[in-house]
């Protein structure tokens, strides 16, 4: 058995070594502004999160990921901001990120909005080189020293908001492709997303959700539904592709506050030695400033 997580890291390590990819955590839907820097421009609220996932839980040096965020709209700038830290511990690896956004938005009509947006950020990236384990011990492309590493990107993205309909596409790590991407060069993704909500009644409501990344021609899905229960209580399921389903359970605990809690469990060979990935959030409103004419209200978090 000790062998065998022994191998599973090692080609887990491999894998990440290969090009690491953005955060993936359950909780997408209510985390948009992560991945599209464009989303702050779409509400008239200020928003601050946080979320924690441990992946693979029983799984030694399972994936971990701590997301702080906060985004709102303010008059004075004609634009939305955005602030994004994160730290992802996968292995024998450490990225931590921080970036700032800025989205301008522009009314199409009383019911819709589209907003462009543009991050700046800064990744550190860590690898324990000294215990990397290779098949082949004069690996020319190993790590085989303590490494640590800073390096600027950027991203953009796209926000329609309106009809009780949000779609976005973003653009993560412009400058860099997959080719050239190392433990330090994060290749550049791309994000796709479509939320609606339907108002069932007065005491229901769901939110379907899609969202889709993509490295060049490597592509993965995430489908979950949410269902509101008398504005206070949410239940939900989720499903990625070739990876996890799972289920998902929150409270607004007051009308600004809402916390919940996801659990998924993963496919394949994997599954026999892990019990399971585990996620929590808090997410915070506070009010903006009300415009004098009529704005849609934002359907990510509270309704």
């Known amino acids: 058995m000790k062998k065998l997580l022994t191998f599973f890291a090692v080609v887990i390590t491999t894998l990440n070594l290969k090009g690491q990819n953005e955060p993936v955590i359950a909780h997408f839907a209510y985390h948009t502004n992560v991945f599209n820097p464009a989303v702050s421009g779409n509400t008239r609220d200020i928003y601050a999160g946080v979320l924690y996932r441990q992946q693979w ?137 479509a939320k609606y909500n339907w108002n069932i009644n007065d005491k229901l409501s769901m939110t379907p959700a899609l969202f889709v990344r993509s490295i060049d021609f490597i592509a993965q899905v995430e489908v979950n539904v949410n269902f509101t229960i008398r504005k206070r209580v949410v239940v939900g399921v989720l499903y990625r592709s070739n990876d996890a389903a799972g289920l998902m359970l929150g409270v607004h605990i007051t009308k600004h506050l809402l916390a919940s809690y996801a659990y998924d469990f993963g496919f394949g060979e994997l599954r026999k030695h892990q019990t399971g990935s585990h996620e929590v959030q808090l997410i915070y409103r506070f009010d903006g400033v009300k415009p004098k004419t009529t704005f849609l209200k934002s359907a990510r978090y509270f309704n």
Do not use: W
């Not at 839980?57 to 399972?62: I, N, Q, Y």
């Not at 991050?119 to 550190?124: F, T």
């Not at 640590?148 to 796209?158: C, D, E, P, R, T």
């Not at 329609?160 to 991407?181: C, E, H, M, P, R």
């Open 57 to 193: 839980v029983g799984f030694k040096e399972a994936p971990g990921t701590l997301l702080i965020n906060a985004y709102g709209f303010f008059p004075k700038i004609r634009g939305g901001v955005g602030l994004v830290i994160s730290n992802d511990m996968l292995g024998k690896q450490r990225f931590t990120t921080a970036k700032i956004s800025y989205a301008y938005s522009q009314r199409l009509n009383d019911r819709s909005r589209l907003s462009i947006g543009l991050s700046i950020g800064l990744l550190n990236s860590f690898v324990k080189g000294e215990e990397l384990i290779y098949q082949q011990s004069a690996d020319q492309s190993g790590i085989y020293s303590n490494t640590n590493h800073f390096k600027a990107f950027l991203a953009a993205g796209i926000e329609f908001s309106g009809y009780n309909t949000t779609i976005g596409f973003s653009v993560s790590n412009l400058d860099q492709g997959l080719k050239k991407a190392t433990p330090f060069r994060v290749p550049r993704h791309y994000f796709a997303y």
